[in-house]
């Protein structure tokens, strides 16, 4: 709530923040008290597609991961990339999510989580420049199609390295939820 207190009014205007799922219950009060209830919505969990729609119409999308959480690397992350919007990533600049972050071109928008002003200065900048898109090829690589291609890759790889079985059929197994000794 600092962090939209601090840009300034021009500015503050041209900007709503969707918070979209579960919210800290009385998250929405301190939002009205603070006079900022034009500025932040808050709304309730809906289905993935529904809020994939949402990503897709923002002009950029706002990570959030608690002080201290260095080793995170959420889902959503990789959502936001591939919507191809900028990503304001109030995260630890020394953590996993940053580094991901900088391996995909993304990093002009990392904050610290705790620092109000920084988050301030990103949103102000990101508004002033228009909200720009960044490079999207190097998102390519974590898109579903993408990670299908390297595993193709991959197995035929295997595939092709390993002896042909006297039968003349290859196996695939998974053993996921085995427990030794199963």
Request: net charge positive.
């Amino acid at each position: 709530l600092d962090a939209m207190r601090k840009p300034s009014e021009r500015i503050r205007d041209r900007i709503e923040v969707l918070f979209i799922g579960r919210a800290y219950v009385q998250a929405p009060g301190h939002a009205a008290a603070a006079g900022l209830e034009k500025h932040i919505t808050f709304i309730p969990y809906l289905p993935h597609v529904e809020a994939l729609s949402y990503l897709l119409s923002a002009d950029a999308t706002l990570l959030f991961i608690r002080k201290g959480d260095f080793v995170s690397l959420t889902g959503k992350l990789f959502e936001y990339l591939m919507v191809g919007r900028p990503v304001l990533a109030c995260i630890e600049p020394e953590g996993e999510c940053a580094a991901l972050l900088r391996r995909t071109g993304h990093s002009r928008w990392i904050t610290p989580p705790d620092n109000s002003q920084r988050i301030s200065e990103a949103m102000t900048a990101l508004a002033e420049a228009g909200w720009p898109k960044p490079e999207f090829s190097q998102v390519q690589q974590f898109s579903r199609k993408g990670s299908s291609q390297k595993l193709a890759a991959l197995l035929e790889k295997v595939a092709n390295e390993r002896a042909v079985p006297a039968s003349g059929t290859h196996s695939l197994a998974s053993a996921a939820g085995a427990k030794c000794g199963d």
